[in-house]
């Protein structure tokens, strides 16, 4: 009851309108209008959510960025103490050696130990590994000793005791010659604490962090890496690297207790720290971010503009289109209605409009037809009762023609003659004696076999032909001419009387619920390519011919899907032709609804 009174309503309200108003009415307010203020109000939701999970995002970045720094420290970290923790090797550069060959011994260990390892891992420039021994060689591979050369902007002498009265086993710093550098140290130590040497690893710095610093939040903020000492390792931020907090950008921001400073000029900072003691800091600019969401913003809102005004404008050409069509189908009405029925309406398009037009075209020429065709039905009307007489007159024609003669072949005594004119009247009079379709296998048996006896009588002893029928089915009924065309084309198409040994089959037998008729010969079989288009029906030459689909077709209208008709072939070897139907006790019908 409430949607007939809307319904009514809203015919009334609009009664007065045209066509054009109506659709360009309903359009706006369902369409335009909604879009519009859905577009403004997402809008303003979008922007509000952007802004409200700008630090969780931001958070969740800073998280994922530490857990990627701590998995890569701890790659570096592992190999360093392993190296420095390795009690062969503490056992081999402790010891004292009195000839060559056990330092030789020493050297190789060391080379097939640790050189292959550190392949491992990406970025390492120089792995070293510093002893005191007096009597053990350093190769300038992988053994050293601290001498007066460089190492890292400092004296390798000087770095050594400054590691060995470090408090920390394992440090991370950067090299004092370069700020793109970093060096990995780690103490030998043995059981009892006492250290025997340092392992020296260094990094190239942009293998190790460059992936977690290149370019963070899109330009919008930075990040760094602080470790223990207060000390910058690493940062996005090229300048800062290796400087101390305090003297850095960062130091204003550093040290709340929440982890999280927002300040005046819209710039937060989030930091992670991670299990070595490091944190992770990232100083980010939220009125950058939030710029650049208010400019998607916009372009946002210009593309719904855009699209809206497109949309208007298609719509009224569309409205121009149909109003302009429904006008010409009234004026082609009027032309009707005077009594022009030879009018037509141009049609090209294929909408529900096309439709009409081309219903209109129909009926219009329909329309003019009308008093032709019903003179014309009376005409043919007389036509068939006439072909029916004729249909009559023909088949006795024929007969009374090959009795006349029969009986002169008789009187000369030509047996040859007899036998090929009883062959033609049984042929004739089983394919011209009843007009109904419908026929027991007997005769359908019968009249293939007149036909056979008369190809018999043309090609003495050229084919020798087998049957196989079981009794029991002669009584069955079926359609005609379904064999007869099959055994044709063993004759006219597989050139039978050409082959040697020629050879012709029918077999017919009950299977089940069914009835199995074959045709089987060894003429000249059929190509691959042409068996496959005569199977599918798309076959074109004489081979398959009006023949075999007209077999198809009769099949499938008496008998629906359980009449099928298969064909097999080997070229120039044999054909085989399978007819099934149904078990037909009764006449068979028309399927009238397959058909």
């Known amino acids: 009851m409430i949607k007939q009174s809307i319904e009514k309503g809203i015919i009334r309200m609009t009664r007065s309108m045209n066509l054009r108003g109506k659709i360009v009415l309903f359009y706006g307010l369902i369409v335009f209008l909604p879009t519009v203020l859905l577009a403004a109000g997402a809008g303003y939701l979008m922007l509000q959510t952007v802004r409200a ?5 931001i958070r969740e970045a800073v998280r994922q960025s530490a857990q990627s720094i ?26 004292d050696y009195t000839d060559i060959s056990e330092q030789l011994g020493t050297v190789n260990y060391v080379d097939r130990s640790f050189l292959f390892t550190s392949k491992y891992l990406p970025g390492i420039e120089n792995f070293r ?8 060689v350093q190769d300038g591979g992988l053994l050293w000793k601290p001498e007066g050369r460089m190492l890292s902007g400092q004296r390798e002498q000087d770095w050594y005791a400054q ?10 710093t950067n090299a004092k010659d370069d700020r793109n550098k970093l060096v990995v140290s780690h103490k030998i130590l043995d059981s009892n604490g006492d ?46 690297i290796a400087t101390s907090l305090s003297s850095s950008s960062l130091s204003e921001y550093w040290g709340r207790p929440d982890g999280t400073t927002r300040t005046n000029n819209g710039t937060v900072l989030i930091t992670q720290e991670i299990k070595s003691g490091w944190r992770v800091g ?27 005004l497109l949309s208007v404008f298609l719509i009224m050409i569309v409205l121009k289109n149909i109003i302009w069509r429904i006008r010409k189908l009234g004026n082609r009405m009027t032309d009707i209605s005077e009594g022009y029925f030879e009018v037509k309406v141009k049609n090209r398009d294929k909408d529900e409009l096309g439709e009409l037009e081309v219903l209109f075209n129909s009926m219009s020429g329909r329309l003019g037809k009308l008093v032709e ?84 009588l043309r090609y003495p002893g050229q084919v020798s032909v087998e049957w196989e ?81 007209n077999i198809r077709e009769r099949l499938a209208l008496y008998f629906g899907s359980g009449g099928r008709l298969e064909i097999d072939s080997a070229e120039d070897e044999w054909t085989v032709v399978t007819i099934h139907i149904p078990l037909c006790v009764e006449r068979p019908e028309l399927k009238k609804k397959e058909g």
């Open 469 to 549: 029928v079981e009794p029991e089915i002669l009584n069955l009924y079926t359609i005609k001419l379904i064999l007869q065309p099959i055994v044709e084309n063993c004759y006219l198409h597989g050139v039978i009387t050409a082959r040697k040994h020629a050879f012709i089959q029918i077999t017919a037998e009950r299977r089940g619920d069914e009835v199995r008729i074959q045709v089987f010969d060894n003429g000249q079989g059929i190509g691959q390519d042409k068996l496959e288009k005569i199977r599918s029906g798309t076959y074109s030459g004489t081979r398959n011919g009006f023949g075999m689909n």
């Open 53 to 57: 999970n700008y630090i969780l995002t």
């Open 70 to 95: 701590e998995f890569r420290k701890q790659s570096y970290d592992l190999l360093a103490t392993r190296t420095a923790t390795d009690g062969e090797l503490i056992s081999r550069i402790t010891r």
């Open 129 to 136: 590994i510093y002893h005191t021994n007096a009597t053990l």
């Open 195 to 240: 250290v025997h040497g340092l392992v020296y690893l260094l990094l190239d710095y942009k293998s190790v962090f460059a992936e977690s610093f290149d370019h963070p939040f899109d330009g919008a903020g930075e990040m760094y890496i602080v470790d223990g000492s207060q000390r910058i390792i690493a940062s996005s931020e090229p300048s800062e």
């Open 373 to 456: 065709e019903h003179t014309e039905a009376l005409l043919k009307e007389r036509e068939q009762s006439f072909r029916a007489l004729q249909a009559q007159i023909n088949p006795h024609f024929i007969y009374n023609s090959l009795s006349l003669i029969r009986w002169r072949a008789l009187d000369l005594q030509d047996e040859l003659q007899v036998r090929t004119i009883d062959a033609l009247t049984t042929f004739y009079r089983l394919a011209l004696g009843n007009q109904d379709n419908v026929t027991r296998l007997s005769d359908e048996l019968e009249h293939v076999k007149a036909y056979i006896d008369i190809q018999q």
């Open 282 to 308: 990232a100083l980010v600019h939220l009125d950058r971010l939030e710029e650049q969401s208010r400019r998607i913003l916009y372009y946002i809102a210009a593309g719904i503009a855009f699209f809206l």
């Open 163 to 172: 590691r060995l009265s470090s408090q920390d086993n394992l440090v991370w």
